[in-house]
C-alpha cells in the first residue's frame, strides 16, 4: 500500500512539472507574440510618419483619436492639437463643410469617400487630396495627400488646352486653314490631355526601400490597362522594386478588360522578379472575379493597403535577415 502511495505521489510530481514546463512555453510564446506585434506596430509607424501623407482616425462623428504625420510636413501640429476634437471643428468653414458631407457619405452602404480641397498656408496656395474609408461600424479613416504638383499640371494644361483652342479658332477665321493643319493643331490638345492624364492615372509610391505602392482609383478600360502595365513594369524596373501592392480599394467595379489588365500585371511583375500583392479588394469586385475566372498568377490578396505594408515590410526584413 505504501508502494502504490509512493507511485502515485511520484506520478503527480510529474505531472506538475510537465504542467510547469508547458506553461512556461505558452508563456514564452505569449510575450513573443506581443513583441513581434509591438515591433510591427513600431514599424508601420515608422513608415506613416516617413511618407508625407497625413493619417487620421476618426469615428463616425469626426471625433479624432489617432493622428500620425511626419514632422516635416507643412501641415504638421502635435497630436494634442487635434486628438479628441472633430475634424469639422478644426478646419476652415468651407473644407469643414467638406468634411461633414464626406463623413456622411461614408456612413453610407460604399464605406467610402473623397474630398479635394485648398488650403492657404504662407500667402501660397496648397491643393489636398483626403480619401476617407469606413473600418468599423464606428471607425474610419482618413489619408490626407498634397496633390499641389498635380492640381498645377493640370491647370497648366487646361490653359495650354485653351490656347491651342484659340489658336486654331484664330486660324480658321483669319486664314481659312486647310483642314489637315485643324487637325493636327486639336491632336496637339488630344496629346496634351493624354499625357496628363497618363501621369495622373497610375501614381506609383515608393513605400520603402524595394517596395512600392499603386493605388488605383475608378475605372480600369483597356486604354488605361496598357499604361498601367507600362508605368508598372517602368517604376519596378527603375526602382529594382521587390514588392509592388496594387490597392484597388478606389475601382468600383471589374469587368473582363480590369481583369485581364490585373492578370497580365501579375504575371509581368512576376517575371521581372518582383511580388505582386493585391490589396483592396471589395466583395462585389471579389464576386466578379471568381465569375469571370481570372488568373492573377498566384499574386497574395489582402484586404487592405494597410496589411499589404505590414506583410511587405515583414517579408522584406526576413530577406535581409536571410
Known amino acids: 500500500m505504501e508502494d502504490l502511495t509512493l507511485a502515485d505521489l511520484r506520478a503527480e510530481n510529474q505531472r506538475l512539472r510537465d504542467d510547469i514546463a508547458r506553461l512556461e512555453r505558452e508563456s514564452t510564446e505569449a510575450q513573443r507574440t506581443v513583441e513581434d506585434r509591438l515591433k510591427l ?65 461614408t456612413a453610407g452602404p460604399t464605406g467610402k469617400a473623397r474630398m479635394e480641397y485648398s488650403l492657404d498656408l504662407g500667402g501660397n496656395l496648397e491643393w489636398y487630396e483626403a480619401r476617407l474609408i469606413r473600418t468599423g461600424d464606428d471607425e474610419l479613416i ?23 483652342e484659340a489658336r486654331v479658332h484664330e486660324r480658321t477665321v483669319a486664314l481659312e486653314l486647310a483642314a489637315a493643319e485643324s487637325a493636327a493643331l486639336q491632336q496637339q490638345v488630344i496629346d496634351a490631355q493624354s499625357a496628363t492624364l497618363q501621369a495622373l492615372s497610375t501614381p506609383l509610391v515608393p513605400i520603402a526601400r524595394h517596395v512600392v505602392a499603386v ?7 483597356a486604354d488605361r490597362a496598357g499604361r498601367m ?16 501592392l496594387l490597392d484597388v480599394t478606389g475601382v468600383p467595379r471589374v469587368d473582363t478588360v ?5 492578370g ?14 493585391l490589396t ?32 511587405a515590410m515583414q517579408a522584406a526584413s526576413k530577406t535581409r535577415r536571410a
Open 41 to 105: 506596430a513600431t514599424a508601420l509607424e515608422t513608415i506613416y510618419r516617413a511618407v508625407p501623407d497625413l493619417f487620421f482616425q476618426l469615428r463616425l462623428d469626426g471625433t479624432i483619436t489617432n493622428y500620425l504625420a511626419s514632422p516635416s510636413s507643412p501641415l504638421y501640429v502635435p497630436p494634442e492639437v487635434f486628438l479628441g476634437k472633430r475634424m469639422q471643428d478644426v478646419l476652415p468653414p468651407d473644407v469643414a463643410a467638406l468634411t461633414v458631407q464626406a463623413l456622411t457619405d
Open 142 to 164: 482618413i489619408v490626407v495627400r498634397n496633390m499641389t504638383e498635380q492640381h498645377n499640371h493640370r491647370e497648366a494644361v487646361m490653359r495650354l488646352n485653351h490656347e491651342l
Open 215 to 221: 493605388p488605383l482609383i475608378g475605372d480600369v478600360d
Open 229 to 244: 502595365l507600362e508605368a508598372i513594369l517602368a517604376g519596378v524596373q527603375a526602382r529594382r522594386a521587390a514588392f509592388v
Open 258 to 262: 480590369a481583369a485581364r489588365a490585373l
Open 264 to 277: 497580365d500585371i501579375a504575371r509581368a511583375v512576376k517575371l521581372l522578379g518582383a511580388e505582386l500583392v
Open 280 to 311: 483592396g479588394i471589395g466583395p462585389d469586385v471579389a464576386r466578379t472575379i471568381v465569375d469571370l475566372g481570372a488568373d492573377f498568377g498566384g499574386a497574395r490578396t489582402l484586404p487592405s493597403l494597410e496589411h499589404g505594408i505590414a506583410y
